[in-house]
């Protein structure tokens, strides 16, 4: 599975739209781009994952760029319970090995 | 609500001994893998399992085994427990169909502590 790159970390003031950035250059082509995220001590959410389109629903948009070397999460309205460990990870989604790299660490203020 | 369930959610051991953590996948899913995730860092793939097989391993010693069983539900068994062992296990599944762009959801993790 292809390595990604995040920031390690990323401050958002609530209320405002949080943009994550994750590069992923040796994306093949049958691989998928997925964001989860982890708050402290709980088990990892899935939050949205794409191939080639941009994709939406009901907690994030997921922004990918024609090259797909690197996509972008958008969290529109961010609140103080989005603060946690965001995870960009791409693989086929035919197994379950996930590949987690370091994550961003983003921290919502008020 | 992920429908993936683990047991037990804390637990303490000694070094040496033996643990057994269990999943329930949800319904209709019939790959389940694990991860262990030690304090700090990113999850770590131990192995995966599908129809009741070993399917896909991580660098992980040979004391570290599992079992799917019919229904789906998985263990993971650590023999010979050492300190390093302490952190937060993992379970996740993924549907029956096995196709590209699934999703995996996962569950809230048993947490080992190896005194």
């Known amino acids: 599975d292809a390595k990604t790159t995040q920031p390690t970390s990323m401050d958002c003031a609530e209320g405002r739209a949080a943009n994550l950035p994750c590069n992923h250059s040796t994306i093949s082509g049958n691989e998928y781009v997925y964001w989860y995220r982890q708050i402290h001590s709980q088990g990892p959410q899935y939050i949205i994952h794409g191939l080639k389109n941009n994709e939406t629903n009901e907690m994030a948009s997921l922004i990918i760029t024609e090259d797909r070397k690197s996509s972008t999460l958008i969290l529109p309205h961010a609140t103080l319970r989005d603060t946690a460990v965001y995870y960009c990870i791409v693989f086929t989604g035919t197994a379950s090995k996930l590949t987690f790299g370091t994550g961003t660490r983003l921290q919502v203020t008020l | 609500e992920t429908g993936v369930t683990q047991s037990p959610t804390h637990l303490i051991k000694t070094r040496g001994q033996q643990v057994t953590l269990r999943c329930s996948s949800q319904?209709?899913?019939?790959?389940v893998s694990w991860y262990q995730q030690a304090l700090g860092q990113g999850p770590q793939f131990i192995f995966q399992y599908y129809r009741e097989e070993e399917n896909g391993r991580g660098n992980f010693p040979p004391r570290f085994s599992g079992l799917q069983f019919p229904n789906y539900s998985s263990e993971l068994n650590v023999n010979a427990l050492e300190l390093d062992d302490s952190a937060l296990y993992l379970c996740?599944?993924?549907?029956?169909?096995?196709?590209?762009?699934?999703?995996?959801?996962f569950g809230e993790g048993s947490w080992l502590t190896v005194v």
């Open positions: 996740a599944s993924s549907p029956i169909d096995r196709k590209a762009g699934n999703t995996i959801y």
């Open positions: 319904s209709g899913h019939n790959t």
